[in-house]
């Protein structure tokens, strides 16, 4: 196997991958489904082949036979900084432990003071790790507990992965137990009185392993409350195949009591389906040839026939004239503006306003009521009454 090489710089690094995001976003995104082909790689990079070479020989991606898959070190960096790792690394947070314990022995062994004080900072830096890796752990729990529950379709695999990330949530909470028991114990820890980073960063990691304690005991309860609805979905489903062979066997009137528990029950999916029209537009109908077409076809397969239709007879020459018809219709906004233009009284107006049609006494009655209720505001309703062909109106002058 050829040695790597390796970037020098993080600068050299950034740029590398900035260049390539097109080819390594596409990769990342088919990481659970298909690799890359060499084929669709090689278009993303405009068919540069030492583009491709130049990432696997600083280990960026490798070779699959025909396709291209991201390294995993890549992809786990790619995974952990945008939140979206399924796996829980509970070796990581155990490492993290082991490595804590050796520094911890480290410092108290050491003599020299600028050593000791480097000691102490991989102590401080190795709680925040820890802290942190335990947080996104629960949370990568939480997140796989309900994924594995709604998106497993066996219910066996379902349970062994609930048992399995229970057995999981067992060992995170041993994990806090056995780090709270060391900084309580290590005589090393009071050594750190008086620094306040040392003890900011421990106090911080104890707040964290409280949080982490009680999202997991709310993920035990779910765990629970998961793994008991799929024994009672196993229970129904043992039930409905064992009614579906009575059925089969025509027996499940005699063996059962089916008929009478349905008649007291009234589900929704037991009634009559309801049925509503579909009107199609018609502008797509008269605009369509293909849906011309599917109205024949539809026509046809229910047994309608067109029928026959008597020819209309031709138009005559008066029929083809203009015939002008009065349109009797008032617009009341139009009648109140010519009225306040004027200075006679409401009534009057109506009386000697010029209709296209002829207008009784009770139609100019109800416009008269009409513009005094719509135009009340803008309307001077005086004390003073007048009479037209037995007919009492007040007088009305516009503001």
Known sequence: MDSLSHFRTIDELVKRLDKERLLLGQMFYKRKTLSLSEEEALDLVNHE???IRYLIDYGVIHESGNFMELESVYLQFFEEV????EEISIASVRECIETLRENINYFQTEKNEQRKYYYQSQIRQLLRKTGLRTLKN???????????YKQEPNYEIKKLKLQSLDEKKKSIQSLIDECEKLMDNERVFFTFGADPQMQRTIQDVKNDFNEVSHNLLDIEKQIIVYLNLIEEQNRLFKKIRRLKYLSD???ITEDTNIQQVLKTIHPLWMENRPYSKMRLSLERLRGSDDMAALIRKVAQNNGVRKQSRTSASPLTSEDLEEHAVPFDDINPTELWYAFRAGGKDLFAFI???????????DQHAVLFCQLVVQHTDDCIITDNYATYQNLEYPIVYAK
Do not use: F, H, P, S
């Not at 945008?82 to 790792?85: K, P, R, Y």
């Not at 629960?138 to 594995?148: H, P, S």
């Not at 009386?351 to 006494?361: Q, S």
């Open 249 to 251: 066997q025509l027996t």
């Open 82 to 85: 945008l939140d979206v790792n």
């Open 351 to 361: 009386l000697g306003y010029d209709y296209k049609k002829k207008r009784t006494i």
């Open 49 to 51: 082949r030492e583009r």
């Open 138 to 148: 629960v949370i990568d729990l939480k997140r796989n507990v309900d994924t594995a």
